[in-house]
Nanobody, 128 residues
């Protein structure tokens, strides 16, 4: 049972990256999923979430209009497209499971503590 992120790297301000999260060992298509980031010296910050079918997405105000979350349930893969990257975006970006269908009420932003399985994260650096 694991989540594995990739796609991070160094990008100039205004640049773009596409993060990928591969899931295995559980029924990916039944879970709400989230991306969460953590900058050095700061706590975890919720970035975005997506429902199990991929039909609804939710974003933190700080990334709304710049980041796009999506999923491919046939490939057990989650994505986060990061556009117009800013100096406040560098962090370790991790994907995590939120709620399985039918197991409880969902709220957005979701509490960080209610995320279950976490990946190891992928680092995003923004620098000119």
């Amino acid at each position: 049972v694991q989540l594995v992120e990739s796609g991070g790297g160094l990008v100039q301000p205004g640049g773009s990256l596409r993060l990928t999260c591969g899931a295995s060992g559980f029924t990916f298509s039944t879970y709400y999923m989230s991306w969460v980031r953590q900058a050095p010296g700061k706590g975890r910050e919720w970035v975005s979430s997506i429902d199990a079918a991929g039909s609804s997405t939710y974003y933190a105000d700080s990334v709304k209009g710049r980041f796009t979350m999506s999923r491919d349930n046939a490939k057990n893969t989650l994505y986060l497209q990061l556009n117009s990257l800013k100096s406040e975006d560098p962090a370790l970006y991790s994907c995590a499971t939120y709620r399985s269908l039918g197991t409880g009420y969902v709220s957005f932003p979701p509490p960080i503590s209610e995320h279950g399985l976490w990946g190891q994260g992928t680092q995003v650096t923004v620098s000119s």
